[in-house]
């Protein structure tokens, strides 16, 4: 019992190093336009902000957090979606009242949304061509409102994403 425990932490403190936008080539075939944040292969375009795997499915982020994509194709020419899948979790909101969503992709703002209620939601934003140059291109976001750290729990929480990503525009 000892061993395993001791093999689990060993295993735990040799993490996969996760991908910043400047380190892919463009050619680089393992870079996704969509981000599943259970896959452990997209776990590596994940960035600062998330929190561990929970329920096989989903992750917490905290007040900040970033993603590193392949625009999708003809995303140069035509711009792209950045799409994120998440729930903000009652105990979130009843203390917090609102959570205002801003993002950018490689420093263009893109348009936020304000949520006032507790659920499961999806916010989809055109982003401009001009933004995705490039092999892999970073989107960041940050809440106003979010749980500090020792507010409910020891961590810092916003939101339960499930999946972030760049649509191609039809």
Not at 36 to 63: C, I, M, P, Y
Not at 88 to 101: D, F, Y
């Amino acid at each position: 019992m000892l061993v395993a425990l001791a093999a689990s932490f060993v295993a735990g403190c040799n993490k996969p190093k996760r991908v910043r936008a400047g380190a892919l080539d463009e050619d680089d075939s393992a870079l996704r336009s969509m981000v599943h944040v259970a896959d452990d292969k997209s776990f590596l375009q994940l960035g600062n902000g998330f929190h561990a795997l929970e329920g096989n499915a989903w992750r917490w982020t905290k007040g900040r957090f970033s993603v590193t994509l392949r625009p999708p194709l003809n995303a140069e020419k035509d711009g792209a979606y950045l799409v994120l899948r998440f729930s903000l979790a009652e105990s979130v909101v009843s203390r917090v009242h609102s959570v205002r969503l801003a993002a950018n992709v490689n420093g263009t703002p893109v348009e936020g949304q304000t949520y006032t209620k507790n659920g499961d939601y999806i916010y989809r934003r055109h982003v401009p061509a001009s933004a995705l140059k490039g092999g892999a291109v970073t989107a960041e976001f940050s809440l106003d409102h979010y749980l500090q750290a020792g507010q409910l729990e020891g961590r810092e929480l916003g939101l339960i994403v499930s999946v972030i990503g760049l649509e191609a525009v039809h």
